[in-house]
């Protein structure tokens, strides 16, 4: 498939057809990779994993890390 290039504010860009999209579960705002390899230019899907809180907390170590938090006692209709 032959696709021009277009100007886009100042870059170049191009438009990625739809049945590539729908072949590739792309949709609006996902993560894409390009990387270039001789003469090609390669588009892959970004492939993001799910974190949970606890796993980015791990390996957290900012200034705002509170050594003496604790769970305290439920107040009013709190449930822990």
């Known amino acids: 498939m032959e ?9 170049l860009g191009i438009r990625i057809p739809s049945s590539i999209l729908k072949t590739l ?8 990779i390009i990387n270039t390899e ?4 390669i588009i892959t899907k970004s492939k993001n994993p799910k974190i949970s809180l606890a796993e980015r907390f791990k ?17 009013g209709r709190e449930i822990w």
């Open 59 to 75: 390996n957290y170590h900012g200034k705002n890390l509170s050594k003496s938090f604790t769970w305290d006692e439920n107040q």
């Open 38 to 41: 001789e003469e090609k230019i």
């Open 25 to 32: 579960n792309l949709k609006q705002g996902d993560k894409i």
């Open 3 to 11: 696709i021009r290039l277009q100007k886009w504010g100042n870059s």
